[in-house]
């Protein structure tokens, strides 16, 4: 089997892993924002997703040898385990995170991360990886081939030199990794505004009203067109519902059921209220002997900018 893989890979070359990498979080940035990556930190991160530093894709000895043996593992083992990965990109528009996957078997719902690495493997930073991807592909268990590289770096396939891991779905790893990418993103708008900022004061706006007003910001777009929507639903109902009043009354007729709605017509009535205004202006000392004074709990009022 090993000897049918002889020579079978090619680099890999994939628009998803090196184009947009400004616009999405993917695995690799992960474990940078949860702090747990010694090569990088967040704030330079943020430096580069927002362009005040430009990345650049490193291709090196390490990269080329993982992109060669990748499909030679994938294949192996779904020959050995009568599996079906294939490789797969998941994208969420709205949480900016994208997940390019080394295997996913749709069926048994699986999800599999190749790693080939040296003699101390980092498996917090592969675990966490895994999670996002988990959570973007909906598997609910993932597996880890740890493949070790030769000191030659032969590309040979040995499956000896590979091992399994399985690594469980965890929530409360994945809630947290969603909120820290989405603080991630509230900072890096507060950078883009105020790019001198030092490390210290990307790290503390936590709780400031700057990043307050930036995350408002994020939502703003939704925001606008959701009230725009809402205000047009609003005016289509009053429209049908006074033609449906002027139909009932001419059929005479009293309740309408649809399979969601009870339509029933409210007959014309009259009321009677206290008319405050007259008798503030006839009465005023009395009216001030009854005034009493309500506490109002202080709010933000949003209003859409106008150009």
């Given at each position: 089997m090993v000897g049918d893989f002889k020579g079978f890979g090619l680099q890999k070359q994939d628009d998803n892993v090196t184009k947009k990498r400004n616009v999405y979080c993917g695995g690799s940035d992960i474990p940078t924002i949860l702090g747990i990556n010694k090569y990088k930190t967040q704030f330079e991160l943020a430096k580069e997703k927002t362009g005040l530093v430009e990345r650049e894709f490193v291709s090196n000895e390490f990269v080329k040898f993982g992109n060669i043996l990748e499909p030679h593992i994938r294949d192996y083992i779904n020959a050995m385990n009568g599996t079906s990965f294939i490789e797969e990109?998941?994208?969420?528009?709205?949480?900016?995170?994208?997940?390019?996957?080394?295997?996913?078997?749709?069926?048994?719902?699986?999800?599999?991360?190749?790693?080939?690495?040296?003699?101390?493997?980092?498996?917090?930073?592969?675990?966490?990886?895994?999670?996002?991807?988990?959570?973007?592909?909906?598997?609910?268990?993932?597996?880890?081939?740890?493949?070790?590289?030769?000191?030659?770096?032969?590309?040979?396939?040995?499956?000896?030199?590979?091992?399994?891991?399985?690594?469980?779905?965890?929530?409360?790893?994945?809630?947290?990794?969603?909120?820290?990418?989405?603080?991630?993103?509230?900072?890096?708008?507060?950078?883009?505004?105020?790019?001198?900022?030092?490390?210290?004061?990307?790290?503390?706006?936590?709780?400031?009203?700057?990043?307050?007003?930036?995350?408002?910001?994020?939502?703003?777009p939704a925001l606008i067109e959701a009230k725009a929507q809402l205000k047009e639903i609003e005016h289509q109902e009053k429209e049908l519902k006074d033609y449906l009043y002027e139909q009932m009354e001419e059929n005479n007729i009293k309740k309408m059921s649809t399979p969601l709605l009870n339509v029933t017509r409210v007959l014309p009535s009259t009321s009677t209220r206290f008319d405050s205004k007259a008798f503030k202006e006839e009465h005023p000392d009395l009216h001030e002997q009854y005034l009493k004074e309500n506490q109002r709990k202080g709010y933000v009022k949003i209003t859409e900018a106008k150009e």
């Amino acid at each position: 089997m090993v000897g049918d893989f002889k020579g079978f890979g090619l680099q890999k070359q994939d628009d998803n892993v090196t184009k947009k990498r400004n616009v999405y979080c993917g695995g690799s940035d992960i474990p940078t924002i949860l702090g747990i990556n010694k090569y990088k930190t967040q704030f330079e991160l943020a430096k580069e997703k927002t362009g005040l530093v430009e990345r650049e894709f490193v291709s090196n000895e390490f990269v080329k040898f993982g992109n060669i043996l990748e499909p030679h593992i994938r294949d192996y083992i779904n020959a050995m385990n009568g599996t079906s990965f294939i490789e797969e990109t998941y994208i969420d528009e709205v949480k900016k995170i994208r997940s390019n996957v080394d295997g996913i078997d749709k069926e048994e719902n699986i999800l599999l991360e190749i790693k080939t690495h040296g003699a101390n493997p980092t498996l917090k930073v592969y675990e966490v990886q895994m999670q996002l991807y988990m959570y973007q592909s909906g598997a609910e268990v993932g597996w880890l081939a740890l493949y070790q590289r030769p000191k030659n770096f032969d590309t040979e396939f040995d499956a000896d030199n590979l091992k399994i891991k399985v690594i469980e779905r965890d929530e409360e790893l994945i809630a947290k990794i969603l909120d820290s990418v989405k603080l991630f993103w509230s900072r890096c708008e507060l950078l883009k505004a105020n790019p001198n900022i030092d490390e210290q004061e990307y790290l503390t706006t936590d709780n400031d009203m700057e990043l307050a007003l930036a995350k408002l910001n994020n939502l703003a777009p939704a925001l606008i067109e959701a009230k725009a929507q809402l205000k047009e639903i609003e005016h289509q109902e009053k429209e049908l519902k006074d033609y449906l009043y002027e139909q009932m009354e001419e059929n005479n007729i009293k309740k309408m059921s649809t399979p969601l709605l009870n339509v029933t017509r409210v007959l014309p009535s009259t009321s009677t209220r206290f008319d405050s205004k007259a008798f503030k202006e006839e009465h005023p000392d009395l009216h001030e002997q009854y005034l009493k004074e309500n506490q109002r709990k202080g709010y933000v009022k949003i209003t859409e900018a106008k150009e």
